[in-house]
């Protein structure tokens, strides 16, 4: 199992500043994962947070505004850029376990809430 | 394009009664399957998972049911308590769907809201 810190737990910001996200893994993860829930929406992945090599991000998702870093195998950041109301969501990162061929679990941690005003 | 379905976003149950929440799938790919519960300000526990070459899962109270050709799993929960109040995520995972690694991605349901009354 995993252990993930993620602060802030909420916050409330102005349009047009930015927020930095953290998670911080009890233990080395090769990759960690960023997703957004939007109110009434799935889970969906903004990106994966590789150490050493630059964040992958999914369709819709670009590293402008979800600038990530890895500088270890147990931290990573995403940040939220230029926000807008329309970036209020929950904002979690998780790491995954698996058998070499199968995600078969992942953990998350406790979730940011962002409200944009 | 929602490859992981869950129709009813809300369930109530009265206590001691059973729970049945579902889920469907569009990708034939998806070979594993994990059910979560998330509590308000927290992120998502990992509650249950089955893998396609079962049918059933069974851990204590919570069971989960896959229905391959019908591309349909459902978590059960005998006897509900108040305390199983929670949203429940349903997410599937395929290795045809790696995203650079052996591992694939997990995609989620919208997830249900199930309330236990006493």
């Known amino acids: 199992s995993a252990v993930i810190s993620q602060k802030p737990s909420r916050d409330i910001c102005q349009r047009g500043t930015s927020l930095t996200i953290q998670c911080q893994v009890d233990?080395?993860?090769?990759?960690m994962f960023w997703y957004r829930q939007q109110p009434g929406q799935s889970l969906t992945l903004i990106a994966t947070?590789?150490?050493?090599?630059?964040?992958?991000?999914e369709s819709g998702f670009v590293i402008d505004k979800f600038p990530i870093s890895r500088p270890n195998l147990t931290f990573s950041t995403l940040t939220v850029s230029n926000m807008s109301p329309e970036d209020s969501s929950i904002y979690l990162c998780?790491?995954?376990?698996?058998?070499?061929?199968?995600?078969?679990?992942?953990?998350f941690g406790q979730g940011t809430r962002l409200t944009v005003v | 394009d929602q490859q992981v379905k869950q129709n009813s976003p809300s369930l109530s149950v009265q206590e001691g009664r059973i729970s049945i929440l579902n889920c469907d799938y569009t990708?034939?790919?998806?070979?594993?399957f994990l059910w979560y519960k998330k509590y308000p300000a927290e992120g998502p526990t990992f509650l249950i998972s089955?893998?396609?070459?079962?049918d059933k899962n069974e851990d204590g109270r919570f069971t989960v049911f896959l229905n391959k050709s019908a591309k349909h799993l459902s978590l059960h929960i005998v006897p509900s308590q108040p305390g199983d109040s929670a949203v429940y995520f349903c997410?599937?995972?395929?290795?045809?769907?790696?995203?650079?690694?052996?591992?694939?991605?997990?995609?989620f349901g919208r997830g249900t809201q199930l309330t236990v009354w006493p």
């Open positions: 990708n034939s790919m998806f070979d594993y």
């Open positions: 089955i893998s396609s070459i079962k």
């Open positions: 233990s080395q993860v090769t990759m």
């Open positions: 997410a599937a995972s395929g290795g045809g769907l790696g995203r650079g690694s052996t591992l694939g991605r997990l995609y």
């Open positions: 947070a590789n150490q050493g090599s630059e964040a992958t991000y």
């Open positions: 998780s790491v995954e376990t698996g058998d070499g061929k199968w995600v078969t679990e992942a953990f």
